[in-house]
């Protein structure tokens, strides 16, 4: 490959990791998966907000030192194929994004159960490299839609707590009057 050829490869894998705003992926090894499955599987990512974009090694670690993400180079062993998360502005109503790399993570288990050959390499997360069983442990944490649902249960909590707390006295007292009249009216009836 010429080298005019090569650094074109280099600058779309910046451009796309610029443009995405890709700052978390896994990578996967997605060597042996048919043409047919590859699509399916694309086109379901797709709607999921999930990109997938195979790289060349020595140019992704180019790129991705002129990104800030050097330490991401390591990962990158073999043939390699990057998974991340669309911004919400590069879909459409029918695409939703992806809310983290937990939801990516999620996706890819699924399909590695319906394509064994997927393989988790690792990940690239908050500046950081996990490892492929780290990566794969992604999966089994909750997303932030859900820490933010508990977050606002735990919240609401004392206040729900003290609410049960203000009207429970009134509820008891209220259930002793009603019982006093119901045996009232049962003396006058009879």
């Known amino acids: 490959m010429s080298k005019k050829v090569k650094q074109l490869l280099q600058a779309e894998i910046e451009n796309r990791f610029s443009e995405d ?8 090894s997605t060597i042996g998966i048919g043409g047919v499955d590859n699509n399916v599987m694309r086109g379901e990512l797709k709607e999921k907000g999930i990109k997938l974009f195979i790289i060349r090694n020595l140019l992704a670690k180019k790129a991705f030192g002129k990104l800030d993400m050097t330490d991401a180079g390591v990962l990158l062993q073999g043939p390699c194929t990057v998974a991340y998360a669309l911004e919400p502005a590069q879909t459409d109503e029918k695409h ?13 288990v699924d399909w590695s159960k319906k394509l064994p050959v997927i393989e988790f390499k ?7 490299v996990l490892d492929a069983a780290s990566a794969f442990e992604l999966s089994k944490m909750p ?3 859900e820490l933010q649902s508990k977050l606002v249960g735990m919240a609401m909590a004392p206040g729900a707590n003290l609410a049960s707390a203000v009207t429970a006295p009134a509820s008891v007292i209220a259930g002793c009057l009603k019982t006093i009249i119901d045996k009232e009216s049962e003396k006058e009836a009879a």
């Open 122 to 128: 690792g990940a690239f997360l908050d500046g950081d």
């Open 143 to 145: 997303t932030l839609s």
């Open 21 to 28: 705003n890709v700052r978390e992926f896994l990578v996967l």
């Open 96 to 108: 939703t994004p992806a809310a983290s790399i937990v939801d990516i993570a999620r996706e890819m």
